[in-house]
């Protein structure tokens, strides 16, 4: 598992970063980590909490769906949200 926070989180995946985030808090909970490793993958998995959020914002952007007129036929789309 790397864990330096100097290495890009921007490169990885959501999947990625996902599951490394996962290793970080199974570490960290574990408590067998020293405290100084502790903190740096502290810092890397706030860096990936980021960067899952960032994603996840940017994929909820691109969802929409189609607006139908009153006779059932599509006339546009608008965000999913939308009400």
Do not use: N, W
Not at 18 to 46: F, H
Not at 64 to 79: C, F, N, S, T, Y
């Amino acid at each position: 598992m790397t864990t330096t926070t100097q290495q890009d989180v921007s490169a990885l995946s959501f999947e990625q970063a996902v599951e490394e985030l996962e290793r970080i808090v199974s570490a960290l909970e574990r408590g067998d980590v020293a405290l100084d490793k502790s903190i740096e993958i502290y810092e890397r998995g706030e860096a990936l909490k980021k960067h899952c959020e960032t994603l996840l914002k940017a994929a909820e952007d691109r969802i929409e769906k189609i607006r139908l007129d009153r006779a059932g036929k599509p006339q546009g789309v608008e965000p999913l949200d939308a009400e």
